[in-house]
């Protein structure tokens, strides 16, 4: 019997040692190499022609460029132009992961907190890197909200506080469990198919059915909101907005 | 006590955060569609809000199954 776990194991392809590190090329590294060329693909290929009127391709990479575009406007305003193609990025691989990972005997990348939680880090970093460039230590007015008696001020500047820096642990943990939990979820009723047999075992697949839609679009969702939650701690950053 | 016996206790009541965010999901699409049925031209627009939160919410669910996961497999 398989465990509904084995899934989520990393199996190393091609051994290879840096300096004492493990750098070895696994099935993880594989699938995110191949989320990188499907979506460079899409837009490379899509945009070749660069008809005035979209063919079906250009209509998707249009349509995605558009939506982020849309959403760095609504969210951070004029100064957000500049992350855009960050944000893009960032919301592209997530979505191409996420989805590659619903293919049946594929590995998702996203389901482990190693990556999400890089991917995290690196945006906390970076937003906190901004915010001190821009507004120097005035940053800091960001944890002390304003029109607040100051003996209120000793309890929240503390939970403000802690509220930043939990913030990469949160966006890396959602992500990650979204996908752990759904992919789990899958295999979990799949084996109930089998264990069911050909009488009962309908049943467990019709779910199957409706809750890969599901998952379809948890898969979109959760790269919607990676990218939606990049775009409100970067507008905190900029917009000190208190 | 056992303490596998402990762990599995541990487990299931890790999941009792599902009470809040049941409540948490309902409270979001039930706000949704009332407001929705009050003036329906505007909800197209709060649509997108409306899985930002869900999706928010649901990730309180999945916070509680990783401990879970983690009293089970990794203590």
Request: with cysteine.
């Amino acid at each position: 019997m398989h465990s509904p776990m084995e899934q989520f194991e990393i199996k190393r392809l091609l051994h290879l040692n840096l300096f004492g590190i493990d750098a070895s090329f696994t099935n993880s590294s594989t699938w995110m190499i191949i989320a990188v060329i499907l979506a460079t693909a899409v837009f490379v290929w899509g945009m070749r022609q660069r008809a005035l009127v979209p063919g079906k391709l250009q209509s998707v990479a249009e349509l995605g460029y558009e939506f982020i575009a849309g959403m760095v406007r609504d969210n951070v305003g004029d100064a957000g132009k500049k992350y855009f193609p960050f944000i893009l990025t960032l919301f592209i691989f997530i979505l191409f992961c996420n989805v590659l990972g619903l293919v049946p005997y594929s590995f998702t990348p996203t389901s482990h907190i190693v990556v999400t939680f890089a991917m995290a880090a690196f945006v906390f970093i970076g937003v906190t890197i901004i915010g001190f460039a821009r507004h120097g230590l005035h940053f800091l007015s960001l944890f002390v909200p304003k029109g607040v008696p100051f003996v209120l001020l000793l309890l929240l500047v503390p939970i403000e506080i802690i509220s930043y820096f939990i913030r990469p642990f949160s966006l890396a943990i959602r992500l990650f469990a979204n996908m752990l939990a759904g992919h789990t979820m899958l295999k979990v009723f799949g084996g109930f198919v089998v264990m069911l047999g050909i009488i009962g075992g309908w049943a467990p697949l019709a779910f199957i059915v409706v809750f890969t839609g599901l998952e379809l679009l948890i898969a979109f969702l959760q790269a919607y909101v990676f990218a939606i939650l990049t775009c409100l701690y970067l507008n905190d950053a900029i917009h000190l907005s208190h | 006590m056992d303490a596998s016996a402990a762990k599995l206790i541990g487990a299931g009541l890790a999941t009792i955060a599902l009470a809040g965010v049941g409540v948490g999901i309902g409270n979001i699409f039930g706000s949704f569609v009332s407001g929705a049925l009050r003036n329906p031209e505007a909800a197209p627009r709060v649509f997108g809000n409306v899985l930002l939160g869900f999706a928010l919410t649901e990730a309180v669910a999945l916070f509680a199954l990783v401990i879970a996961f983690m009293i089970l497999f990794v203590f």
